[in-house]
């Protein structure tokens, strides 16, 4: 029997061992996409406790305490640091098989050394030794990121950011490259017309400009677009229920004028306006990545804020989100067909949280590789609800049966926690697993020099060539 978690911890043969040991686990981090909070970084913050840095955000944890009848109280609300790690200690003994058990031990063992299991009876123990190295000058923002090997990380921003931490951080001198990320969903969220024509308030007031029109909107993110390229920005990301393709917007001259004067007014768009909206907005959002060179992300098929009460209590990002069940081929293909058509559509990686979409994303994006760039599209890492172990399984099979794993861009924490990094480990162990039982099924070659540069590669070397930021 083996023991829970032992340094072959995942590794089912004796390939897959050497595989990781040798060549995964040495390559640095390249986290291309998470919400770390760039002023902690710019701070370089220490943290009081393991709470501050492990639960608050972590709505992956919240759910599993909600589910374990856990109070909101000791959630997301007023109870003490302690109190609330109290509860997440008594949950943990109930998430076996599920990722969390598997995170929480990781997390523990790598950051702070601890390899007792975590439940009430070693709650208090566990807490207080964290807690006191956290304080430790070892344990600020950046040596946990130094700690984990991480090369580059990019953060999660929106175009109305200042970016004064990103700019201390360079400014400093700070080895990890830690840049920002363009995500404009805001921007053309015309759901709510009233939200949105506040963000466009602030945006008029932050360039200086008078916006009444949509050239004017287009003219102020441009520049905004502009700002985040000075600044070292070479990412954009889009979270989106589905892909809209309603392009009626950019076929009939005019047709914007009047949506966007709606906006300005503050009256409601059908839901054929905010589709044309959105649609137009989206194309303008490419255009401005291929002209400079940046990737584009999507990530699709989120349902989110499901829980009005909740939202109305505690607002969003909080743990009431799922997968949705939304129909997605025919509107991406229209998408990347009309950037195609002008060979003009930039470096892409797509995302889907429902797992039966993973072969239609991975087969659409086939259709679009070339311009002599190896891997140009990407399908993306497992997200959210699958990146466990079940998901990142199945999203490397079909990557594998549907493109080249080997050009695979690897794995990213999509977190706002610093403690969070065993996830790219987690990622490496599943991935020379699946590699090891292949050689020593036949369907392989034993062939250590070739699968080891691809493990490589995939770990570190592809993101670094792809990103082109290191």
């Keep these: 029997m083996k023991r829970f978690m032992d340094p072959d911890f995942l590794l089912q043969t004796k390939t897959a061992q050497t595989l990781y040991h040798e060549h995964a686990a040495p390559m640095p981090i390249f986290d291309y996409h998470c919400h770390l909070p760039p002023q902690q970084i710019a701070d370089d913050s220490r943290f009081d406790n393991i709470t501050q840095s492990w639960l608050a955000g972590d709505h992956y ?11 909101e109280k000791y959630i997301t609300g007023d109870a003490s640091d302690r109190e609330k790690f109290e509860k997440w200690a008594h949950t943990v003994p109930y998430t076996l098989r599920n990722p969390l058990y598997h995170w929480t031990h990781l997390e ?25 190295l956290l304080n430790s000058p070892e344990y600020s923002a950046r040596n946990l990121m130094r700690k984990m090997n991480v090369k580059a990380v990019c953060t999660t921003d929106d175009p109305l950011d200042t970016l004064e931490h990103h700019q201390k951080i360079a400014a400093e001198g700070f080895e990890i490259k830690v840049l920002p990320t363009w995500r404009p969903d805001k921007a053309m969220a015309a759901e709510n017309v009233t939200a949105l024509n506040a963000y466009i308030n602030k945006l008029a007031e932050i ?26 920005c070479r990412l954009s990301d889009h979270g989106l229920t589905a892909m809209v393709a309603d392009y009626s917007g950019l076929e009939k001259k005019g047709l914007m004028d009047p949506i966007f004067t709606k906006i300005r007014k503050e009256q409601e768009l059908t839901p054929k306006e905010i589709d044309q909206f959105k649609s137009v907005m989206l194309v303008k959002f490419a255009l401005m990545d291929w002209q400079k060179g940046w990737v584009q992300q999507f990530h699709l098929g989120a349902m989110r804020n499901n829980n009005t009460r909740m939202f109305n ?11 949705g069940d939304y129909m997605t081929a025919e509107s991406l293909s229209r998408f990347l067909d009309r950037l195609d058509q002008t060979d003009r559509l930039a470096k892409t990686i797509l995302y889907n949280l429902n797992p039966r979409d993973n072969e239609v994303l991975a087969t659409m994006l086939g259709n679009f590789q ?73 369907l392989l070659p034993n062939d250590l020099p070739l699968l080891g540069q691809m493990v490589e590669d995939i770990c570190f070397n592809n993101a670094k060539a792809y990103f082109g930021i290191l």
């Design 207 to 232: 360039t200086n400009t008078d916006i009444s029109t949509m050239g004017d909107y287009d003219d102020a993110l441009r520049k905004r677009h502009e700002y985040f390229h000075e600044n070292g």
């Design 61 to 71: 944890k919240w759910r599993a305490m909600r589910s374990n009848g856990v109070d």
């Design 313 to 323: 209590q505690i607002g969003p990002d909080t743990g009431f989100d799922s997968i």
């Design 370 to 442: 070339g311009g002599g760039i190896p891997g140009k599209m990407q399908f993306g890492s497992g997200w959210w609800f699958l990146d466990q172990k079940d998901g990142m399984e199945k999203q490397i099979e079909v990557i594998s049966n549907m493109g080249l794993l080997s050009r695979f861009v690897g794995m990213l924490t999509d977190s706002r926690s610093f403690l969070s990094y065993p996830r790219h480990e987690y990622f490496r162990r599943i991935l020379c697993n699946i590699l090891g039982s292949d050689v020593e099924n036949g």
């Design 108 to 132: 523990l063992r790598r950051y702070f050394g601890i390899e007792q299991l975590l439940n009430p009876d070693t709650a208090e123990a566990i807490y207080e030794k964290s807690s006191a």
